[in-house]
């Protein structure tokens, strides 16, 4: 194996984060490898994945179009999510790294751990890119926001490369003014409002900050992420007793949409409930949150 090249730790991040800024992230940082070793529960810490790791990079692609807020619930659930571009930047920056510094790298899985069940992720991609810097937790189930580029996915990379860590936000956008505004007014902030199943209820201190956040996310599962639907479909049409309830159980509308999404690859499959970011101020309206506004401030 060749040697690997002296590397300046400072300059090695400067090239790794314009290489992401060029597969298409909006925001990149460094997390601080400690404090996710600290917080992160036993089989869950970068070292668990990668033994040698020093650093762990996070980075943030933009959420959707501004045309995609204002479509119906039923057409957003098939093309609302960017993740997968998220993930193929990291991929490729994993690759990057190790081209240019020689040093071992990975794109840190996004998947769920096969042994803990369907949702308990191997890593939480969350608790890097917040203490890398590149978002907050919000009122909405915790989901990260930043202030310039409000909705993001997000996506890691593990490497043996020590880089300089990252700060974690210094102020949270959430909740955004107008929020606080509804909230003194009513109790309630836009996204505990219009959830569809009611599962976001929190507090606002005197300060206008979050003083707590409460998710239902057996409610919120149990609408969306349905990663029994499959199992539980065919459950049924094998318990049928006859061929007509083994059609009815396999061919009922709802079920055919499943069975059309799969087909197709649809992104839309799981967890796409978008309504309490297309209510969220700063989801949808942060300075840079969406392609338009973007190009207008390139030029």
Not at 56 to 61: R, T
């Amino acid at each position: 194996m060749d040697e690997r090249p002296e590397v300046e730790p400072s300059q090695a991040k400067t090239e790794i984060f314009a290489y992401a800024h060029k597969r298409g992230a909006l925001a990149v940082g460094v997390a601080d490898l400690d404090a996710i070793e600290r917080i992160a529960p036993p089989g869950h810490r970068p070292t668990d994945l990668m033994p040698r790791v020093k650093s762990v990079i996070a980075i943030g692609v933009g959420g959707q179009t501004q045309g995609a807020w204002r479509v119906p619930a039923k057409a957003m659930a098939y093309f609302g999510s960017t993740e997968t571009r998220a993930y193929s930047c990291s991929y490729a920056l994993a690759f990057f790294i190790e081209s240019r510094f020689r040093t071992p790298s990975i794109y840190c899985p996004p998947d769920l751990d096969n042994e803990e069940g369907p949702r308990i992720p191997l890593q939480s991609l969350k608790l890097h890119a917040e203490l890398a810097g590149i978002g907050a937790r919000s009122l909405a189930g915790d989901i990260l926001l930043h202030p310039e580029f409000g909705y993001m996915y997000f996506a890691s990379v593990f490497t043996e490369l020590e880089l300089p860590a990252d700060e974690p936000l210094a102020e949270n956008p959430c909740p955004a003014p107008s929020c606080v505004d509804m909230y003194r007014r009513q109790g309630r902030t836009p996204c505990m409002k219009f959830c569809p199943v009611q599962c976001l209820s929190g507090k606002i201190d005197a300060e206008g900050r979050q003083e707590e956040m409460h998710y239902d996310m057996a409610a919120c599962a149990e609408m969306s992420q349905q990663y029994e639907a499959v199992p539980a479909i065919l459950a049924d049409a094998m318990g049928a007793g006859d061929e007509a309830g083994r059609r009815d159980a396999l061919f009922d509308p709802d079920n055919k949409m499943l069975w059309y999404k799969m087909s197709v690859g649809s992104g839309g499959l799981l967890a796409q409930c978008f309504e309490c970011m297309r209510v969220c101020p700063i989801a949808t309206g942060a300075e840079l949150a969406d392609p338009i506004r973007r190009a207008r401030a390139g030029r």
